[in-house]
C-alpha cells in the first residue's frame, strides 16, 4: 500500500464518478482502510448510522478507473436550512488517491461531482475538510489544490489539530504516557477501579456509557449523539472488528469511558464521558479506561490512537475552550498533527451572500 510521501504510478487515465450503491460498499470500505488519512467520518458504517437521524441526509459519490479500482470517495452530509435551501459538508473529506500521478484529476472530478451534486440538491455551500497527512509540504500542495476551487471557511467544523499516540511503541503504551498520568492510572489501580473492554456491542455497557455522555454532555453544554445511533454505528463495526469500548467501575458503578472505534490501522478517541460526583472521581475512572482501551488496541495490531481533537498550547488559533479536556489528552503525549481546515465550494452566490450577511447580524445581535 502506498503511503504519504510514495508516488504511485498509474497505468490508467480513465475516471469514473458515479453514486455508491450497496455493491460497492466492499470497496468502500477497503479503500478508506488503506489510506493513511482515512477517517472514520468517511466509512459506510458513519453514513449508515446517520441516515437514521432526523435532519440528517448521507450521500457518497465516488471516484473509479478503467479497472473498476476505487481511487476516491466523499461521503457527504446535507442538511436543509431556511426556504427548503441545503447546506452539504464532506466531514474529514473527501479520500482521494493523493499518490497516484494523476492526483489532482482524482480531486477535480470528486469535487465537480459533488459541486453539481450540491446544485442538484439546492446547495448553498459545499463544505470540504481533508485530513491532514503529517507531512508539511504535501499538506501545504494539498491547501493551494483546494484554493483553486475553494475559500477558507469562516469556522472549522472538526478539530483542527490532534495527536496521534503511537500504540506499538514500547512494551506498554502507558509507558509512553506522562509522569503524573502513569500515578493517575496506578491510583485508579490501588482504588480498586475495573475496567470492561467490549468488542460485542453489549447492551448493558453501552446503556451504562451513554448515560455517562449524557451526563458529561449536561455539564459540559455539547451536544450528543443518541444512544440508537451509537448502537447503529456499534453492530457493522463489531462485525468487522472495529468496535472498542471500554468502561471502568467501581463496585459495579460506572465512573468514566471511551468510545474508539477503529478505521484500517488507526483508532479514534471518538467519545469519552465520566462522573463528577466526589466519591467516584477520586477512583480515576478516565485514567483507568484509558490504560485498558489502549492496551486492547495494541493487541488488537491497531497502529495509533488518534486523540480526536487536542489544542496544543498557546495555540490561539485553536477555541481555547479546549484548553481543559485538551489538558488531559496531552498527558498521553504523542505527534501533535494539523489538519488544512475547512474550504467552502459556493454553489449558489446570491444565497451564500444571503447566509453570510444573516450569520453576521446573529453574531451582532448575541
Do not use: C
Not at 45 to 67: K, M, S
Not at 81 to 102: A, I, K, Q
Not at 228 to 254: C, I, K, N, Y
Request: glycine share 8%; charged share 30%; net charge neutral.
Amino acid at each position: 500500500m502506498a503511503r504519504t510521501g510514495e508516488r504511485r504510478r498509474t497505468t490508467s487515465v480513465t475516471l469514473a464518478l458515479r453514486e455508491a450503491s450497496e455493491g460497492d460498499r466492499a470497496g468502500w470500505s477497503a479503500f478508506v482502510s488503506s489510506r493513511p488519512e482515512g477517517d472514520l467520518l468517511q466509512s459506510w458504517a458513519w453514513g449508515e448510522a446517520g441516515n437514521e437521524e432526523p435532519g440528517e441526509r448521507w450521500e457518497r459519490l465516488l471516484v473509479v478507473d478503467a479497472g473498476g479500482h476505487v481511487r476516491g470517495v466523499a461521503q457527504v452530509l446535507s442538511r436543509t436550512t431556511s426556504f427548503g435551501r441545503s447546506v452539504l459538508y464532506v466531514p474529514h473529506g473527501p479520500l482521494w488517491d493523493r499518490d497516484g500521478d494523476d492526483a489532482a484529476e482524482v480531486l477535480a472530478r470528486l469535487v465537480a461531482g459533488l459541486k453539481a451534486h450540491a446544485r442538484a440538491n439546492k446547495g448553498i455551500v459545499l463544505k470540504l475538510d481533508p485530513r491532514g497527512s503529517g507531512d508539511a509540504a504535501a499538506d501545504a500542495a494539498l491547501r493551494r489544490a483546494l484554493l483553486t476551487t475553494a475559500q477558507p471557511a469562516a469556522h472549522d467544523l472538526q478539530a483542527p489539530s490532534t495527536r496521534l499516540i503511537d500504540l506499538q511503541a514500547g512494551d506498554d503504551p502507558v509507558a509512553g504516557w506522562s509522569k503524573d498520568a502513569r500515578a493517575e492510572a496506578r491510583r485508579a489501580d490501588r482504588e480498586g477501579t475495573t475496567v470492561h473492554v467490549d468488542r460485542q456491542g453489549d447492551p448493558a455497557l453501552l446503556d451504562a456509557f451513554h448515560g455517562l455522555l449524557a451526563e458529561t454532555a449536561e455539564r459540559q453544554g455539547f451536544r450528543i449523539r443518541s444512544r440508537e445511533f451509537l448502537a447503529r454505528l456499534a453492530a457493522p463495526l463489531v462485525a468487522s472488528d472495529d468496535w472498542f469500548l471500554a468502561l471502568a467501575e467501581h463496585e459495579g458503578t460506572p465512573l468514566a469511558g471511551a468510545i474508539a472505534p477503529r478505521t484500517g490501522d488507526r483508532a479514534y478517541y471518538l467519545y469519552a464521558a465520566s462522573t463528577r460526583e466526589v466519591e467516584l472521581a477520586r477512583r480515576r475512572g478516565p485514567y483507568a479506561a484509558m490504560a485498558e482501551l489502549q492496551r486492547a488496541l495494541r493487541e488488537a495490531g491497531t497502529a495509533s490512537l488518534d486523540l480526536w481533537g487536542v489544542r496544543e498550547p498557546d495555540d490561539e488559533t485553536v477555541d481555547v475552550s479546549w484548553e481543559g479536556f485538551s489538558v488531559f489528552k496531552r498527558r498521553f503525549r504523542g505527534e501533535p498533527l494539523r489538519h488544512p481546515g475547512t474550504f467552502d465550494v459556493v454553489v449558489d452566490p446570491t444565497w451564500h451572500r444571503i447566509r453570510d450577511w444573516r450569520e453576521r447580524l446573529r453574531s451582532l445581535l448575541r
